[in-house]
Every structure is written in C-alpha cells, then in structure tokens.
C-alpha cells in the first residue's frame, strides 16, 4: 500500500471556524491532490500540487486554501467553514501526470454544524 | 472543465449476472482509468487504458477504451457479491493535466 496517510480521519466543527486537514506522504510523490466526495457529484477536485510551494486551483476551490512547505505534507484549510463544506476529503498522490495510478488516503470525514 | 458522465448511477443484480457500465465525454482524453471504492476507503485503480480501441481483462473485468479515445466501458461477466462497490472513471487531460472523475456507479450484487 501507498504511504498516505490524511489526518484527522473524523472531525465535527462549527460554522465559521477554521479548519486544517492534512495529508502526508512517505512516498515522496510529486503531485498532490484534495479532492471531496458527495453523494451525486463523485470526487471534485480541490487544488492539487505539482511541487514544493507550487500549487494551483481546482474547479471547486473557493473557501479553501492548501500550502506545501515540504514534499511529504499537503495541508487543507478551510478559511471560516460552512455547512456546505460538509463532506468526505480524499488526498491523492501521483509520481507523474498522465497514465500515473492516483493512490489515496483513506479520507477525512468532515461535518460542519 | 472536461466532464465525465457515467451510467447507470446505481445497479443491482443477482449473483452470476452480467452487466455494463459506460464512462463518456464530449473531450479527449489522452487515458482513461477505472477505479473501485469500498465504503469507508479511498478508491482502488482497476486498469489505465491509453490507445483507442484498446481492450484489457482483468479476470471477469473487461474493460474498452473508445476510438476517439472519449469514452470507455466495463464489462463485469458473472457478477459476484464481491464485485459490490463504487466504480469510478477519470480520465487525464485537459488544461494543467488533471484528473478528473465521474460521478461513479454504485453497484451492489445480491447472494
């Protein structure tokens, strides 16, 4: 198995709290991805990462926001959390783009009261 | 933004049955992938099918990339209660090369 781990794996919190998940890998994969998982839309991508400090938007980014200070972690902020924002958060690792095996975490199930 | 549409959404079937599911798009897609999630996991990748027309088994599992390399199927011959999961499509390309998914079928085969 892929060494991806995402903590925390379950979190409740408030609306409008901030909140941090985070993703670390001992593979020492380049590309990094969030993605959230709700019923009827699959997986959506967050923002991804193609590198140490660079990082780029997906199609549902807003609210959110991701740093990469080393290659091994990948961190997830929700800036002041809403109720919409309740869902199932996967991380992804691949060691290339294209025809690459996308292996993820076992995901952060979050729920925003 | 590229999209995937997959169907059926959901299946159920009894034990021993055949069945298809269809990934499909108006983009190109430079590979396809087919994922399996369990409840409670992050999905598994099944196969990458890169060439048009390509054709790849995987035990019961067939699986079909289109010509215009725009869609794909899974075919899943003699369905076990095992095979019970979501099926996931995504495909590499685009702007940025992404991965991008589908919405998935939930597939449940009963005893």
């Known amino acids: 198995d892929a060494g991806i781990t995402q903590s925390p794996r379950h979190k409740v919190t408030e609306t409008g709290t901030p909140v941090t998940l985070r993703c670390h890998q001992t593979?020492?994969?380049?590309?990094m991805y969030w993605y959230r998982q709700d019923p009827g839309h699959g997986l959506r991508l967050i923002h991804y990462?193609?590198?140490?400090?660079?990082?780029d938007k997906g199609e549902v980014s807003d609210g959110y926001s991701v740093s990469r200070s080393k290659t091994e972690d990948f961190l997830l902020t929700l800036e002041s959390a809403t109720s919409s924002q309740t869902s199932v958060y996967f991380c992804?690792?691949?060691?290339?783009?294209?025809?690459?095996?996308?292996?993820f975490g076992q995901g952060t199930r979050l729920t925003v009261v | 933004t590229q999209l995937l549409e997959q169907s059926p959404q959901f299946l159920s079937i009894q034990e021993g049955e055949n069945l298809t599911v269809y990934c499909n798009s108006s983009?190109?897609?430079?590979?396809l992938q087919w994922y399996r999630q369990e409840p409670g996991e992050g999905p598994v990748l099944l196969v990458t099918?890169?060439?048009?027309?390509e054709v790849k088994k995987l035990k019961r599992l067939t699986f079909q990339f289109g010509d215009a390399r725009k869609d794909s199927s899974l075919h899943i011959t003699a369905a076990q209660p095992g095979d019970t999961g979501l099926y996931l499509c995504a495909g590499w390309g685009g702007s940025n090369y992404k991965l991008t998914f589908g919405k998935g079928t939930l597939l449940t085969v009963n005893p």
């Open positions: 099918v890169v060439t048009g027309g």
């Open positions: 990462s193609y590198g140490v400090k660079d990082t």
């Open positions: 983009s190109v897609f430079s590979s």
């Open positions: 593979e020492n994969h380049r590309y």
């Open positions: 992804a690792i691949t060691p290339f783009l294209g025809e690459s095996e996308a292996f």
